[in-house]
């Protein structure tokens, strides 16, 4: 990243990508896949490693921050910190004012997502297509499975951290959604709003423990069999639209530490039955419209990263 409008434009793919991980069934990673950095990315992450402290030992600050690719580093977290401390408080007044706009919006920014993602497979085969099933089918059971009571225990927290960063990286695979079947989503969300900076830090540090450890794993992933694994991260999309289908009816609650009441499991429905159970109105002509926005946004944003490249 050579010039100031490049660590701009980090800056601004951050925002999206934070914006995305807030809300539990988006993938920011989709957000980097789309905009053109996801293998810039996994390459920074997986470079990461004890032979950067020789290289600062031995050869200085400068050397050391070009090999760790340091300004695109310290551009696309800025970015993510920014919006997930801005819209914290945001995304939880949505969803609580407005869910199924929110979801209709998220929708369509996947539908999207499936086709552009898709397309970057350079040949399809039956092995890719095996791969695209597995990855879909794993995808929705993960959105079906019953979610774990919340617990507030730092291991635990920790641990989240670790599982959730690795499904924040993966296009289709909401790193928000892992942690609200983890029981941390609120935990976590509750830390950011306050600013609990003992959970904050138990939380950020499991996320770098396991973004460390996954990111090798997907760059000889990306090495050795390029096509199958973007046909398997294509599968996660289309199996998490299951996760951000608007309209659902409650089966199962619990009563979160504040007295609030939050959905454990659910299921979709139509937009009739959903106005018929609820007695509140579907809003499919907005609904749609929403659904819509979302998929302009993902066409613009990878327009932008054709446009620009990788910075």
Known sequence: ??????????VFRGLAMGAADVVPGVSGGTIAFITGIYEELIDT???????????LKNKGFKTFWNQLNGNFILALFLGIGISIASLAKLITYLLDHHPILVWSFFFGLVLASIHLVGKQVKKWSIATAIAFVIGATLAYYITILPPIQQTEANWYIFLSGMIAI??????????????????????????????????????????????????????????????????????????????????????????N???????????????????????????????????????????ALEKMGNKKGTP
């Open 1 to 10: 990243m050579k010039t100031k409008k490049s660590f701009i434009g980090i």
């Open 45 to 55: 992450i997986s470079g990461v490693n004890l032979a950067l402290l020789k290289t």
């Open 166 to 255: 690795c499904a924040m990286i993966l296009p289709g695979i909401s790193g928000s959604f892992i942690l609200l079947l983890l029981g941390a989503y609120q935990t976590i969300l509750n830390a950011v709003k306050s600013f609990d900076v003992n959970k904050i830090v138990v939380f950020m540090l499991g996320c770098v423990v396991g973004l460390l450890s996954f990111s090798h794993l997907l760059k000889w992933m990306f090495k050795k069999y390029e096509s199958i694994t973007i046909a398997v991260l294509t599968g996660f999309l289309l199996g998490s639209l299951n996760k951000l289908w608007p309209w659902k009816k409650t089966l199962e609650i619990y009563i």
């Open 257 to 299: 530490s504040h007295g609030k009441e939050i959905p454990l499991q659910q299921k979709n429905i139509s937009p009739s039955t959903f106005q018929q159970i609820t007695q509140q109105p579907h809003e499919l002509f907005y609904a749609v419209l929403f659904c819509v926005l979302g998929i302009i946004l993902i066409v």
